[in-house]
């Protein structure tokens, strides 16, 4: 899915508030149907659409846990779509040494402005560099509308 590519010349990468936007997408299989778990629920994937040098592609998120899946279907019950908030993070091991690493979190506010959200992550490494392709594309983008 991280690959996915296409010409576009219309498309635009969705922002909101300044942030990304994350939807859910039905995943169907290999027979046209959407793929269902064991206990009849549906299966989602969790993208942000992009483009990046003119060609459309599909970043894959997806929740930090296995668990995750729960309170990500009720945001996007709340919402189709959500805000993606990253945060330059450190940690310290018991050693004093620091790790940084970016966190992600997606967010939606409900209709009585209450703020919901639930942590996630890129799917795979090559997300991660569609994610900062991305990025650098919106940077640009902002270079010329200030210009």
């Known amino acids: 899915m991280a690959n996915e590519t296409k010409k576009t010349a219309n498309v635009a990468t969705e922002t909101l508030n300044g942030n990304l936007v994350v939807v859910r997408e039905a995943i169907i299989g290999k027979d046209g149907k959407q793929l269902i778990t064991k206990d009849g629920r549906p299966y989602f994937a969790y993208i942000v659409r992009g483009v990046i040098r003119g060609q459309e ?15 990500l279907d009720i945001l996007f019950d709340i919402n189709d779509k959500a805000e993606l908030f990253m945060t330059d993070e450190v940690i310290t091991d018991e050693n004093g ?29 090559s ?21």
């Open 57 to 71: 592609k599909k970043v894959d998120f997806a929740p930090k846990d296995k668990g995750g899946y729960e309170p």
């Open 97 to 125: 040494n620091k790790t940084s690493y970016v966190s992600y979190k997606v967010q939606v506010v409900d209709e009585d402005g209450e703020i919901w959200e639930c942590g996630v992550k890129p799917q795979r490494d």
């Open 127 to 147: 997300d991660k560099a569609l994610l900062k392709f991305l990025l650098i594309e919106l940077g640009k983008q902002a270079k010329k509308a200030a210009a």
